[in-house]
C-alpha cells in the first residue's frame, strides 16, 4: 500500500525551507558584512599640547587686550611682558581657552604639540 509520498519526497518538503531559511540568514549575513561599521579602533590618547602666543597678531602690540590672561583658568599659565601675554608652558595645561577667545583678526594663540611634560599639579 502506497500512500503517495516516497521518504525522499517527503524529507525534502521539510528540508528546502530549512535550506531556503538557512540561505536567507547567509543573505542577510553578508547584506550586513558590508555595511556593518568596522568596529572603531581604540581612542588615541589625547595629543598633549601647549599654547604659544604669535606677538605679531597679538592686539596687544598695538592696542590693549588680556582676554586671554582673564580667562585662563590655570593660574600663573601666562604673565605679561611688556603687556604683551606670555605662556609658562611648564604651567600651561593645553585647554585651549585663550586660543578659543582670543578676539585678533588673526588669531595670535597657536596650539602645538607639547614637547615637555607640564610640570606636576604638586609641584
Ligand atoms: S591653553 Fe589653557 S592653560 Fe594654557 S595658557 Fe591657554 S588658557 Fe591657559
Ligand atoms: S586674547 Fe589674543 S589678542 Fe588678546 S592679548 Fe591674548 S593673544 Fe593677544
Redesign the pocket.
Known amino acids: 500500500m502506497s500512500s503517495g509520498f516516497s521518504r525522499r519526497g517527503l524529507f525534502s518538503l521539510f528540508a528546502r525551507p530549512l535550506k531556503a531559511s538557512g540561505e536567507t540568514a547567509r543573505a542577510v549575513g553578508n547584506a550586513f558584512a558590508g555595511t556593518t561599521p568596522a568596529e572603531a579602533p581604540p581612542a588615541a590618547p589625547p595629543v598633549p599640547?601647549?599654547?604659544i602666543i604669535q606677538g605679531r597678531h597679538c592686539l596687544a602690540l598695538e592696542s590693549y587686550c588680556s582676554v586671554?590672561i582673564e580667562?585662563?583658568?590655570?593660574p600663573g599659565?601666562?604673565n605679561t611682558v611688556q603687556m604683551i601675554p606670555m605662556?609658562v608652558p611648564e604651567?600651561?595645561?593645553?585647554?585651549?581657552?585663550?586660543?578659543q577667545v582670543c578676539p585678533a583678526p588673526e588669531n595670535a594663540?597657536l596650539?602645538l604639540p607639547r614637547r615637555t611634560s607640564p610640570a606636576p599639579p604638586d609641584a
Open positions: 599640547m601647549v599654547a586671554c580667562r585662563c583658568p590655570e599659565a601666562m605662556i604651567i600651561c595645561t593645553g585647554c585651549g581657552i585663550c586660543q594663540v596650539m
